[in-house]
Nanobody, 114 residues
């Protein structure tokens, strides 16, 4: 089973930026899309951004224009700008592949102070 390892979370002031990374332990030729979800305190996990194998991207409305998703080989990135306290959450990366279903990372905490 593939392992997804996230990094880049931390504490940042409101208006600041962070870049999350998610490295997969192995490559796959059957990836449908990869992306990020987040779970705010006391709430359900929600989608943030995704990128398809063809390079198409999708963003949640509340992060459009502030977050950018990209990939490089086996790694998916999430560049987060203009962060606000409402972005405080645990961020999880995932990879959806044909025949293998969805793999998840362990999560990385992002805390934005006001």
């Amino acid at each position: 089973q593939v392992q997804l390892v996230e990094s880049g979370g931390g504490l940042v002031q409101s208006g600041g930026s962070l870049r999350l990374s998610c490295a997969a332990s192995e490559s796959s030729r059957s990836i449908i899309h990869m992306g990020w979800y987040r779970q705010l305190p006391g709430k359900q996990r929600e989608p943030v951004a995704s990128i398809s194998s063809a390079g198409g991207t999708s963003y949640a409305d509340n992060v459009k224009g502030r977050f950018t998703i990209s990939t490089d080989k086996n790694t998916v990135y999430l560049q987060m700008n203009s962060l606000s306290p409402e972005d405080t959450a645990v961020y999880y990366c995932y990879r959806l592949s044909w025949g293998a279903g969805t793999d998840w990372g362990q999560g990385t905490q992002v805390t934005v102070s006001s």
